[in-house]
Every structure is written in structure tokens, then in C-alpha cells.
């Protein structure tokens, strides 16, 4: 009963803490555009996120003609579960689930994302949501890859599947002076993972009029886009976690965590969008490549370390 209160107040929080990201982001655009963000409801705009949910969950849902109405409709709320369901795997010392293999669970509903994806643009009967999906599901999987060829190079590391574990082994030295080129991939394919710029060809407005979720409307939309924003979250927890000293039971940490989601919002206000096939070839002749010979590398230091102690 504890284990499911604390894990609804968790969720609840990452809930909140989405909306304020929205407000943050929106602020952050506007100041590096020389303009202001949201600044007229609530003070300094501190109400804009709610007025925002109104708006969005009080709008007309339209249902495309001919679309898979009940796939259509369920893809986004699916999508939301999936990347809040995440969150479950965040280590605590207290009594919230913290299980041994949470980097199993966490590869493994990360990469139930695409689904979702896909089943949305497939659902949606657009040409243009189709395209989305299909340059979703390729870049998502293409980085889904090297996401856990670098995790198996920090997990021969600690010797540890639990999450938990990261913060024991960053006492002293934090990972990030260990492996620096290990976690500048990490950070990029995360920015990859969650379809975000330079990588938001899943959504190219340019080209797609948004992607795979143009046909969505009212709290559709709104479900795609909490779901997107709490991937960024999870993200920049695990990126404090790995490499970032990860002492969860430090405010320091959560100071980490609100840079690194800056550093999302930093990223999309700077970067113009990267090609499409310079993408695919990062993703296949340059992380891949690296990633596997970081594994080779960490594991023979391993084995030298448990020959010289042995």
C-alpha cells in the first residue's frame, strides 16, 4: 500500500513538474529570441501551464474520416502511461520500488515507446502522420541502440544493474571525468530518444506539419505532448544518475536535474535541425562503432583489475 501511495505522489509531482517545464521552456525561447515568454497570467506568468491544460482539454476533439478510431484514440494515452510508468524505476532509498534490474526495466518500456509512435500515425490515416512515424520508429530504434551499448560500458563499470548502485560508486569522482565521450553520446542520443531538436524529424514542421500527430486535436495532443516532456525529465535523471554524481538524497541532485532539462530547452532554441541521413550515419558509423569499442575497452580493464586482484 506505501509502495503504490508513494509511487501516485511521485507521479503526481512529475505531472507537475512537466507543466512548469512547459512554462520554463517557453520563457527560455522567449529570452533567447529577445523576446518575453508567457508573462500576463498569474505572476511573472506562473499560472500559464494550467490555463494552458484548460484550454487544451476544453477544445473540440476531432476525429479524422476513415481513421482507426479506437488504436486513434487510445495511442496517446498509452504513450503518457508508458513514459510515466518510467519513472518507477527511479532509485529511492526510502521504500519506493528500487529493484536490482531497474536498467532492464528501463530499456525495456523506453523502447515500448515506439509503438505508440507508430500506431499514431499509422491510426491517424494522413500521409504526413504516416511519414512522421516512420522517421520516429527508425531514429528511436537506430538510438535505442547505442543507448544500451553505452549503458553496458558504465554497467561493466559497477558491476550492477541497479540504478541505485550509480550513486555508490560516484563518492569521490563523478563518471563524467571518467568517460567524457561516453556521456557526451549518452546526452545526444537522449536528445534523439526523446525526439527533440536537432532530432525532431518525427515532428518536422517544415516539411510534415508536424508529424506523426497532426491530426490530433484537444487532449490528444495534450496527452502526446506530457508524454514528451516527461521522457525529457526521465532523461535528465538518468543523465544526472550516470554520470552526474547521482546522490539522490542530496538537493544537489535535483539542482543537476534542472540544469540538464535547461539544457534540452538550450539545445532546441540553438541548433537548427540535422539532416535525416547525417543522423542515420551518426547513429550507425559513428556511435555504434564507439560505443562497442568503449564496451571492449571497459571490459578488458575489468578483467585486468580482477586478474591483478586475484
Known amino acids: ?19 512548469f517545464l512547459t512554462l520554463l521552456e517557453r520563457k527560455v525561447l522567449g529570452y533567447i529570441q529577445i523576446r518575453k515568454g508567457p ?7 506562473i499560472l500559464q501551464p ?15 474520416f476513415m481513421s482507426n ?3 486513434y484514440y487510445f ?17 529511492f532509498m526510502s521504500v519506493l520500488v528500487s529493484f536490482n534490474y531497474s536498467v532492464l526495466f528501463f530499456l525495456s518500456i523506453a523502447s515500448l515507446g515506439v509503438y505508440t509512435v ?4 499509422w491510426s491517424s490515416n494522413s500521409n504526413y502522420a504516416m511519414l512522421g512515424g516512420l522517421r520516429s520508429v527508425a531514429q528511436t530504434i537506430s538510438y535505442e541502440v547505442s543507448l544500451s551499448l553505452i549503458f553496458m560500458s558504465f554497467i561493466f563499470l559497477i558491476m550492477s544493474m541497479n540504478l541505485l548502485d550509480f550513486t555508490k560508486y560516484q563518492n ?9 565521450p561516453l556521456c557526451f553520446m549518452w546526452v545526444i542520443s537522449s536528445l534523439a530518444e526523446t525526439n527533440r531538436t536537432p532530432f525532431d524529424f518525427a515532428e518536422g514542421e517544415s516539411e510534415l506539419v508536424s508529424g506523426f500527430n497532426v491530426e490530433y486535436s484537444s487532449g490528444g495532443f495534450a496527452f502526446i505532448f506530457l508524454a514528451e516532456y516527461s521522457s525529457i525529465l526521465f532523461m535528465s535523471m538518468i543523465c544526472c ?10 538537493w544537489l541532485f535535483f539542482v543537476k536535474l534542472v540544469f540538464m532539462s535547461f539544457f534540452w530547452i538550450w539545445v532546441r532554441g540553438t541548433l537548427p535541425r540535422f539532416r535525416y541521413d547525417k543522423l542515420m550515419y551518426l547513429a550507425w558509423k559513428s556511435f555504434l562503432p564507439n560505443s562497442l569499442n568503449f564496451i571492449i575497452f571497459y571490459f578488458s580493464m575489468k578483467m585486468v583489475v580482477l586478474i591483478l586482484l586475484f
Open 172 to 180: 569521490y569522482i563523478w563518471f563524467i571525468f571518467l568517460s567524457l
Open 69 to 71: 478510431f479506437n488504436i
Open 118 to 121: 507508430m500506431l499514431a500515425g
Open 39 to 45: 508573462n500576463k497570467v498569474g505572476f511573472i506568468g
Open 50 to 64: 494550467f490555463s494552458d491544460a484548460i484550454k487544451l482539454f476544453t477544445k473540440e476533439q476531432t476525429l479524422p
Open 75 to 91: 495511442s496517446p494515452v498509452l504513450n503518457l502511461l508508458i513514459s510515466l510508468f518510467l519513472w518507477i524505476s527511479m532509485p
Open 241 to 250: 544518475l550516470l554520470f552526474l554524481g547521482g546522490n539522490i538524497v542530496s
Open 1 to 19: 500500500m506505501l509502495v503504490m501511495v508513494t509511487s501516485l505522489i511521485l507521479l503526481i509531482c512529475v505531472l507537475v513538474g512537466v507543466a
